[in-house]
């Protein structure tokens, strides 16, 4: 059975500064690999997917995963973080064998940007 | 605006109170989900119903009743509710939930406090 860990439940930076959100999964089987972010009062939004090709795959607003099998990671990043980008970040895995692809949501990190 | 509409946004019911919650898409998905999410815990899969057939029950309550009269509205019907299923209650809908098209939509949630 698949599982999510994210290793920080909150992750307090100044702006400008970069940032790493940590996500690791566990899975016996290939997988597709999903970030979502929640701003307050919001439902999630898909912020990148892994589902295969090249293992680094990036967001239209700065963001980038990089999918690492042999360490069965898929940390989030960016260079250089805004006020804005404060939000609940959520990692998500599903597996690619058959039956259901339903993903499995970590219990998500709170990235707080200070100004 | 992700395309899947939840109403109510706000809802304050009593113990013995039945109300319904709704969620309707017009993104021509065929899957759609009900999670619970409880403040610091991961996001619960609740129901999925994918082709108006549910095809999950994550040993939901009874409390809990879940309809899908088509592939594009997903209601939840709520009777004799305790305080503690107080949370936000997100439906999300995909493509499908047996192939790679498994990217989830969210709606905005309904918060839900029972007193």
């Known amino acids: 059975a698949q599982s999510v860990t994210q290793l920080d439940s909150q992750v307090p930076v100044f702006e400008e500064a970069p940032v790493e959100l940590r996500c690791n999964y566990s899975?016996?089987?290939?997988?597709?690999l999903f970030w979502y972010v929640q701003y307050p009062n919001q439902g999630l939004q898909l912020l990148l997917k892994?589902?295969?090709?090249?293992?680094l795959v990036e967001s239209i607003n700065g963001f980038e995963a990089e999918f690492n099998k042999s360490q069965t990671s898929f940390h989030l990043r960016k260079p250089s973080v805004h006020i804005s980008d404060t939000a609940e970040y959520f990692c998500?895995?599903?597996?690619?064998?058959?039956?259901?692809?339903?993903?499995?949501f970590g219990r998500g990190t709170s990235l707080i940007v200070h100004p | 605006e992700t395309g899947v509409t939840q109403t109510p946004r706000h809802l304050v019911m009593g113990m013995t109170n039945k109300k319904s919650l709704k969620c309707e898409q017009h993104?021509?998905?065929?899957?759609m989900y009900w999670y619970k999410q409880s403040a610091k815990k991961p996001l619960e899969l609740m129901f999925v119903?994918?082709?108006?057939?549910?095809?999950e029950n994550n040993s939901v309550p009874s409390r809990f009743s879940p309809e899908c009269p088509n592939s594009s509205h997903l209601f939840l019907h709520l009777h004799t509710l305790q305080p503690e299923d107080s949370a936000l209650y997100l439906c999300?809908?995909?493509?499908?939930?047996?192939?790679?098209?498994?990217?989830?939509?969210f709606g905005q949630g309904t918060r839900l406090t029972v007193v």
């Open positions: 999300a809908s995909s493509q499908e939930a047996t192939g790679q098209n498994t990217e989830a939509f």
């Open positions: 899975s016996s089987v290939s997988v597709y």
């Open positions: 998500a895995v599903s597996e690619s064998s058959g039956g259901s692809y339903i993903p499995t």
């Open positions: 993104l021509g998905h065929n899957a």
């Open positions: 892994y589902l295969s090709g090249s293992t």
């Open positions: 119903y994918n082709f108006k057939e549910q095809t």
